[in-house]
């Protein structure tokens, strides 16, 4: 019988023996009896009332989890000095109400360089568990695009001190967005495929190029499209992915009255080798931006019409535990063409790093990098940085 039952029934029993105190002509003896009886039914009532409490409050579940890191860098490039750092507090909090609701959210907490603190929401989204196959996702969410945004950027994860070029802030790889989403996983043979689709408000225009970031307000009715469809083969530990996002972001309205928008079009492959000991990992973004009437950069305060803007982003990467120690190698390739105050970061970089794992969440990461601006001098930089996730 369910426990709720069970305790109406008892309440029930309480009561009629209750009334039975009150009855004319009933012995003392006999009353006595009753009350030990109504005293018995009472301490069975309050353990059947505290049996059912923990049954529904275990439907409910919190967990706090999260990560942090510090570091240290050492750069020979002109106006740039050691430092140690601060890098991130990213508390991560998670309800799961049975197994069929789960809401999340990551903040990250910042210490600037002036000494001031900021916080922002990395994502804030509810997970309705359909099936097996397929999960529904409203709010705030990490990018479906690519790998590294959604899986690898969190630093007790990423297995060097920063990101690849382009795959971070203001790079090319969107990082969230803010709408619905659908995503699974389906058995294919002996593969899984698995697939994210996602509708939200999109990037945004900006006086350094798109930002491609999650809004809570859309500056057009046009809704960005994006998704990521991947083939993962178990036996082997190997992915294979592609990815898609389609927007458009406003444009300034012109003399006559017109609002030209730009086309915004990004594409991407991505594969991955997890066998242990060994990781190898590479993706590949291509995105352009069409010709659009725009306020330019930097502030500018008149608009003009902006070229077609195109970047491209890769990186390659590998990795081999020795026991506790790990060596790590990557080349990443950020370039494009078009509006030249939007390509002034790009550039490529080759990491070497070497990482000690104290604790499965716990990894010391030094790395040496050698930096090719497309605009400025090469230079070189090392790093430090213990990272823990919790």
């Not at 050492?74 to 106006?79: E, I, L, R, T």
């Not at 990395?122 to 695009?145: C, H, I, K, M, R």
């Not at 594409?267 to 000991?277: E, F, K, L, M, Q």
């Not at 195109?310 to 063409?337: I, T």
Request: charged share 20%.
């Amino acid at each position: 019988m369910d426990k709720f039952k069970k305790t109406a029934c008892t309440r029930a029993v309480v009561a009629t023996l209750g009334a039975a105190l009150v009855v004319p002509g009933v012995a003392l003896g006999a009353d006595d009896d009753l009350k030990q009886r109504i005293e018995t039914l009472e301490q069975k009532l309050e353990a059947i009332e505290l049996e059912a409490g923990a049954e529904e409050r275990a439907d409910s579940k919190w967990h706090l989890a999260g990560y942090a890191d510090v570091g240290f860098e050492s750069s020979n490039q002109d106006d740039t000095d050691d430092k140690f750092s601060v890098g991130h507090f990213n508390p991560v909090f998670h309800w799961l109400y049975k197994d069929n609701l789960l809401f999340e959210a990551e903040l990250q907490i910042e210490l600037g360089d002036d000494g001031t603190t900021s916080v922002a929401m990395e994502y804030v989204d509810l997970n309705y568990f359909v099936n097996d196959s397929l999960t529904l996702v409203a709010g705030q969410f990490l990018s479906p695009v690519g790998q590294f945004q959604e899986r690898l950027h969190p630093t007790w994860i990423n297995k060097l001190p920063n990101a690849p070029a382009g795959f971070g802030h203001g790079g090319v790889q969107p990082l969230s967005d803010v709408g619905v989403q659908a995503r699974g996983g389906v058995p294919l043979g002996g593969a899984i495929f698995g697939y994210a689709l996602a509708v939200g408000n999109g990037p945004q225009g900006g006086h350094h190029g798109p930002e491609l970031e999650g809004f809570n307000a859309d500056n057009n009715s046009n809704k960005a499209l994006s998704g990521r469809f991947g083939i993962f083969l178990p036996a082997s530990q190997l992915e294979f992915g592609v990815s898609f996002l389609s927007a458009e972001i406003p444009g300034e309205e012109a003399d006559a009255g017109a609002v030209t928008d730009g086309d915004l079009d990004l594409w991407g492959v991505d594969a991955a080798y997890t066998r242990a000991p060994w990781e190898f990992r590479a993706e590949y973004l291509d995105s352009s931006l069409g010709e659009h009437l725009g306020a330019g950069a930097h502030g500018a305060g008149s608009t003009s019409t902006l070229p077609e803007t195109n970047w491209e982003a890769w990186y390659v990467q590998g990795a081999r535990q020795f026991g506790k120690w790990e060596p790590v190698l990557r080349y990443s390739d950020y370039s494009g063409d078009g509006y030249g105050p939007w390509i002034e970061e790009t550039r490529s970089e080759w990491t070497v790093g070497l990482n000690y794992l104290l604790a499965p969440s716990a990894i010391l990461k030094t790395a040496y990098q050698s930096v090719s601006p497309d605009e400025g001098e090469d230079y070189e930089q090392f790093l430090v940085q213990f990272a823990y996730g919790f």
